[in-house]
């Protein structure tokens, strides 16, 4: 009744299975590039051919009017860019420290408190203060307004990440800490020597977590980071162009551009090209290495 | 340093559950050499324990503010004390009942077809033969998880803006009127949703395709010897085998049924758009206008502490149900 394994003969049910595959998975994977490139193509339009026009894919009249004046006054955005490159770099390599050395520790069977521990953590999840009290604490009481640690310190670890690591951990047989035990090695020896380097794939996964979560921070920095900080985040600074009137008037009296002739649309997108290009452009990369992180750790556990 | 008492097990000063038995003395003393024996291992937990003291505990008594009349001067804790004035007047308002309903039903919608579109793309995924469009197309989807919410309000923005957007551009093509989406509630519950969608299926489908790639492929091929087609696998084999993601990532998401994601209503609405607010408002964007627009304090907390309470309620029946029909994927 089966089939020879050699034989490549493949039945209906299967497929439509892979027919329907192909189909959702490539229309899927185009929703999600389309919006990217609507970006792009509105970046390099012409001001006078969105207002009769609208938005395109493809620009009707090609221009790059928008880039000019961006970086004809590129000092906001290389600032920024600095304090997000700074704040990504310091928190990830903090971050990602402390939290494999706490989903280590908690993931040991030997640990007497890791389940105390690790509820303590993980109660933050159900409860909260809430944003009122947050804000009071980090503004007021702790007085980091206007300080960059207001968005650095925040970011640093979350109980999920360390959950994630302790899976990732879950994966070593205990038996490696233990005849280290064995052989004199102490507790944070054998994590530095042993299990750091076998836990590279988590590691990377979980610092691209924190590391993304750096880049793309906007939210603390607005709670935290006052108008009058000249330099705030990156993607703040983005915001600010999208919403802010004031961003307009300065470009338009620092690039002697009449107000009226300026491309207001068009800067948005070139702003939001500026902002996110680089990122979009390491990650081919980056999400590779990103995805097989994740999968190693699921396939280990 | 060992202790004579640990000769049984060679350089190992640690207890073992159920191995080491404490040598006759008060309970005082086997705590503290359990504290001593655990050292290392706590002062590893201790840069973590503070944070989470500062950032997450430390905030939980401001809470108090949910009672009170603030003012300035006297600050959180001296400020008048005035009951439950705060919550009645989010009850009589109707603020509280719309608040709820929006986040729940967001968050419901958000789970439900986040789920079934990230476990359906996962399998598909893992049905495809052609490694090269597989890649391709999975980069392509993970994409949107990688930028700012910024970006995906201005994305929004450039397909629906009224004057511009291609929405509206492809409306007047086909000779249809164009709408003013930045004014009429009705429309958000959708677009909110899809950009969900969009955002987070990619990423989403990623922690189930890793799970599918974890299946023993032996059953597979068993499967696949004993003339099971593809339907066949998935119904079987495969859904069966994702359950315990499903019911873990379901009751992480339960857990959070209250909790709203503020960055994607506050970069798609706008900050203070009433307009939209019938049917975009919810919990995190009400208390980030207490806090930023209208300085109302105790307003913002007595919301954000019903929403903890009641959060916090949602999460022991959730797991209480879990723990009756799996006891092995209840979180505690």
Same mark, same amino acid.
């Given at each position: ?15 439509? *299975? ?6 959702? /998975? ?14 792009v193509g509105t970046s390099l339009t012409s001001e006078s051919s969105i207002a009769r026009h609208g938005? @395109? ?12 004046? *961006? ?15 700074? /704040? ?58 206007? @300080?960059?640690?207001?968005v650095l310190l925040p970011g640093l670890l979350s109980p999920f990440l360390i959950i994630m690591m ?15 035990? /064995? ?6 020896? /054998? ?33 935290? +980071? ?29 690039? @002697?551009?009449? +107000? ?12 939001? *090209? ?21 999968? *190693? ?5 | ?5 640990? !000769?049984?097990?060679?350089? $190992?000063?640690?207890?073992? !559950?159920?191995?080491?038995?404490? !040598?006759?003395? &008060?309970?005082?003393?086997? =705590?503290?050499? &359990?504290?001593? #024996? ?6 590893? %937990? ?46 009589? =308002?109707? $603020? ?104 987070? &299926? ?42 315990? &993601? ?31 607010? #019938? =049917?975009?408002?919810?919990?995190? =964007? ?26 916090? %309620?949602?999460?022991?029946? !959730? ?14």
């Open positions: 009744m089966s089939a020879p394994r050699t034989a490549i003969r493949v039945d209906g049910a299967t497929l439509l *299975v892979r027919t329907i595959g192909y189909g959702f /998975i490539g229309a899927f994977a185009l929703i999600c590039l389309l919006p990217f490139l609507l970006v938005f @395109n894919l493809w620009p009707r009249v090609f221009s790059t009017f928008a880039y000019k004046i *961006v970086f004809e006054n590129p000092d906001l955005i290389i600032g920024s860019y600095w304090v997000t490159i700074g /704040i990504t770099v310091v928190g990830t390599a903090v971050g990602l420290f402390i939290v494999a050395m706490t989903g280590y520790a908690l993931q040991r069977p030997d640990f007497h408190y890791r389940n105390r521990i690790s509820f303590f953590i993980y109660f933050t999840t159900l409860f909260t203060g809430g944003l009122v009290p947050y804000f009071l604490l980090i503004n007021q009481y702790l007085a980091l307004k206007d @300080n960059y640690l207001a302790k899976s990732f951990v879950r994966s070593i047989p205990h038996a490696i800490t233990e005849s280290a035990k /064995i052989d004199g090695a102490g507790d944070f020896t /054998i994590f530095l020597r042993l299990i750091l380097p076998m836990t590279t794939p988590a590691l990377a996964t979980i610092g691209l977590f924190i590391a993304i979560g750096y880049w793309n921070e906007w939210y603390n920095a607005m709670l935290f +980071l006052s108008p009058d900080m000249k330099y705030r985040t990156l993607q703040l600074f983005l915001y600010g162009v999208v919403t802010s009137a004031d961003f307009v008037k300065n470009s338009s009296a620092a690039s @002697n551009v009449d +107000l009226r002739d300026l491309p207001l649309e068009s800067m948005k997108m070139a702003t939001a *090209v500026v902002a996110t290009g680089p990122v979009i452009l390491l990650y081919p990369f980056v999400q590779r290495f990103f995805i097989k992180g994740i999968t *190693v750790g699921a396939v280990k556990g | 340093m060992n202790s004579p008492t640990a !000769a049984a097990s060679p350089g $190992d000063s640690t207890p073992h !559950a159920g191995t080491a038995m404490p !040598a006759p003395g &008060t309970k005082r003393r086997g =705590t503290l050499r &359990t504290l001593f #024996a655990n050292r290392t291992l706590l002062l590893m %937990c201790l840069p973590a324990i503070v944070f989470f003291l500062i950032f997450s505990y430390l905030p939980m008594p401001g809470l108090y503010l949910a009672f009170v009349k603030y003012n300035y001067s006297d600050g959180i804790f001296k400020s008048p004390f005035v009951g439950w004035d705060n919550f009645r007047f989010l009850v009589i =308002t109707g $603020d509280l009942w719309r608040l709820t309903f929006n986040t729940i039903a967001y968050n419901v919608m958000f789970i439900l077809l986040g789920n079934a579109l990230q476990i359906a793309v996962a399998i598909l995924l893992n049905e495809l033969r052609n490694k090269w469009f597989k890649k391709i197309s999975q980069s392509l989807m993970f994409l949107p998880y990688f930028i700012s919410f910024v970006l995906i309000g201005l994305i929004a923005y450039n397909i629906l803006s009224y004057d511009y957007g291609l929405l509206n551009g492809f409306l007047k093509m086909i000779g249809a009127d164009p709408v003013k989406t930045y004014s009429n509630p009705h429309l958000w519950p959708f677009i909110i949703v899809v950009t969900y969608l969009w955002q987070s &299926t990619g990423y989403g489908s990623i922690i189930y395709f890793a799970a599918v790639m974890g299946l023993d492929s032996e059953i597979v091929e068993a499967a696949e010897i004993d003339g099971a087609n593809a339907i066949q696998r998935i119904r079987y084999i495969v859904l069966p085998w994702l359950k315990p &993601t499903f019911i873990i990532l379901l009751l992480f998401s339960l857990g959070g049924v209250l909790r709203g994601n503020f960055g994607l209503f506050f970069n798609l609405v706008g900050a203070n758009n009433s307009a939209l607010y #019938a =049917t975009t408002d919810i919990i995190e =964007t009400y208390v980030f206008r207490s806090l930023m627009t209208n300085f109302n304090f105790p307003m913002g907390s007595a919301v954000s502490l019903y929403q903890s309470v009641f959060g916090f %309620c949602v999460v022991l029946s !959730a797991n209480w149900l879990v723990k009756r029909m799996s006891p092995d994927n209840s979180l505690f």
